[in-house]
């Protein structure tokens, strides 16, 4: 394990399992004595009843079973902890019903593009102040760019400060919900409403009207988050486990997102090559092969490759372990523990060398 981290934020392209190296990082770190809490998205019924988690738990923090009260589990929430946002920064009781009843929030909260990501980092922000835990260990958004997450923050100032947040805050509605930029052209105006009702949907553009100017109070106490959350991103105590796929074909998609964490001034860990199919050799007679075994020497040989490939490239300055690929996915305490133990073997012989 990694002893002196208290923050460890486990990030990769989605299919990579992550989530299940967290919560088996989780495990082991709990075993070490440490007070751990890991907080995932989305993880597999498999995972969930493992870590004896429901979807009920939402973002509160459920005690592991069979851990002696060391290792707490937490599904992140989007919704709910931008909820929790709202009610936080509202200036009063009014406010926060107009923001979390208007009907463009609700789609908001749940579907704009960085939502997700932001709030991962908004709740691990939350948890790591408290300092309720010796450890905490996040999976990240299963997101089909890794990046993304880490340029939340940054993108929700960069809206905050933009031009385009101050038309959206224009009063552009009257109070009978007329537009007011066509209220003194008549027909014409008209029109142009109707235009854009047919195009738009002038609900739809009230609501967002609405929205911004409700939410106007709130940005200030959201900038000041997202800066925090930056910081803690590029803090001394919290480092980063880089999780991709065997093969060669994910190489660039891996140094790529290696030279990002770098350029950023992020502590990046070791980079862990998941699902590594074994290395069978030459075949002895070719011709009485099957098919299937002809598929796994393919396999073997292809990811072989990749982690010969990207160990070179990555350096002899970085940790690379390769964890071969299991028969089945871990479904209790005992085989996440054991893939826990498998990483920390190949860690500490990766250190030996």
Do not use: C
């Given at each position: ?91 009063d009781e009014s406010s926060r019903r107009r923001i979390l009843e208007n009907p463009y929030y609700n789609h908001l909260a749940g579907h ?242």
């Open positions: 394990m990694i002893p002196s981290s208290p923050l460890v934020i486990v990030v990769g392209s989605g299919g990579v399992g992550k989530t299940t190296l967290a919560a088996a990082l989780g495990l082991r770190s709990a075993a070490a004595g440490h007070h751990t809490l890991v907080m995932t998205f989305d993880p597999s019924k498999r995972l969930k009843d493992a870590l004896g988690i429901g979807d009920a738990a939402g973002n509160e923090e459920v005690p592991v079973a069979g851990t002696g009260g060391r290792l707490h589990a937490s599904l992140l929430d989007a919704r709910e902890t931008f909820d929790a946002l709202v009610a936080r920064y509202a200036p704009l593009g960085g939502i997700l990501e932001y709030m991962a980092v908004e709740r691990l922000y939350e948890v790591a102040s408290a300092g309720r835990y010796d450890r905490v260990i996040l999976d990240t958004p299963p997101t089909a760019q890794a990046i993304d997450f880490l340029e939340a923050p940054a993108r929700i100032v960069d809206f905050l400060d933009s031009g385009a947040l101050k038309i959206a805050l224009a009063p552009w509605f009257a109070g009978d919900g007329k537009l007011r930029a066509t209220s003194g052209l008549g027909f014409v105006g008209r029109g142009l409403e109707h235009f854009l009702d047919r195009v738009v949907g002038m609900r739809l553009l009230r609501d967002m009207s609405e929205f911004f100017r409700a939410f106007g109070p709130l940005f200030d106490g959201f900038r000041q988050r997202a800066e925090k959350t930056e910081n803690l991103l590029a803090a001394p105590g919290t480092l980063f486990v880089l999780v991709t796929a065997a093969g060669e074909d994910r190489i660039p998609d891996t140094l790529f997102f290696a030279r990002k964490l770098k350029e950023a001034g992020y502590r990046l860990g070791p980079v862990v090559v998941n699902r590594v199919h074994p290395s069978l050799g030459d075949a002895d007679d070719e011709g009485t092969e099957s098919e299937g075994m002809r598929l796994f020497r393919w396999l073997g040989e292809r990811h072989r490759r990749g982690v010969a490939g990207l160990r070179s490239l990555l350096g002899p300055e970085r940790r690379l372990v390769a964890l071969p690929v299991l028969g089945d996915e871990p479904t209790d305490l005992r085989s996440l523990d054991a893939v826990g133990r498998e990483l920390e073997r190949r860690l500490a012989a990766e250190e030996a060398l």
